[in-house]
């Protein structure tokens, strides 16, 4: 039931789905909108998007700027993590989805983040978005100032990433 779930939504296709399956969800978000899939993914069932469960900082221990951001997603395309090698920065819009009030987590520092804690607690407080460097390029706050973008830090080595697969907006 799950692949035909996984298949819908259009994120994998028919064998990768059953594949994906073979592990099934180890876990949920207390609501059912997020699936663990036990192989280092999150699944948005709202956004039909595709989350890497841990972020830049708890894979590396190191802050990155958009560059180096795009370094990190090279890398994790040459490895195929999680069997992918698709995986992007996320849209501004795709990364303010992540941040909700109602959803408590702690940062690498343990302040308070508005993601669901389905997501490790030890990320960053947000994540760089945009493929394409200049005004879409800013970096999405998950803390207290309600996903707050800050641009013009393109080149500055202190901000977070957090990959995304999966649709486009």
Wanted: proline share 4%; glycine share 8%; charged share 30%.
């Amino acid at each position: 039931m799950v692949w035909a779930f996984l298949i819908t939504l259009n994120l994998f296709s028919p064998a990768q789905a059953e594949d994906a399956t073979q592990r099934k969800p180890v876990g949920q978000s207390s609501d059912g909108r997020f699936l663990d899939m036990g192989n280092g993914t999150i699944v948005d069932s709202e956004t039909q998007l595709v989350w890497m469960k841990q972020d830049c900082w708890q894979m590396e221990k190191r802050w990155v700027s958009w560059y180096s951001a795009q370094e990190f997603k090279r890398r994790m395309n040459n490895k195929k993590f999680a069997g992918y090698n698709d995986w992007r920065l996320p849209t501004p819009e795709e990364a303010h989805q992540l941040y909700d009030r109602r959803r408590r987590n702690l940062d690498k520092d343990g302040d308070k983040i508005f993601i669901d804690r389905i997501f490790p607690q030890g990320a960053g407080w947000g994540t760089w978005t945009s493929e394409e460097k200049g005004d879409q390029a800013v970096v999405v706050s998950y803390k207290d100032e309600g996903g707050q973008t800050y641009q013009n830090k393109i080149t500055g080595q202190d901000a977070f990433l957090r990959l995304v697969r999966g649709p486009s907006t």
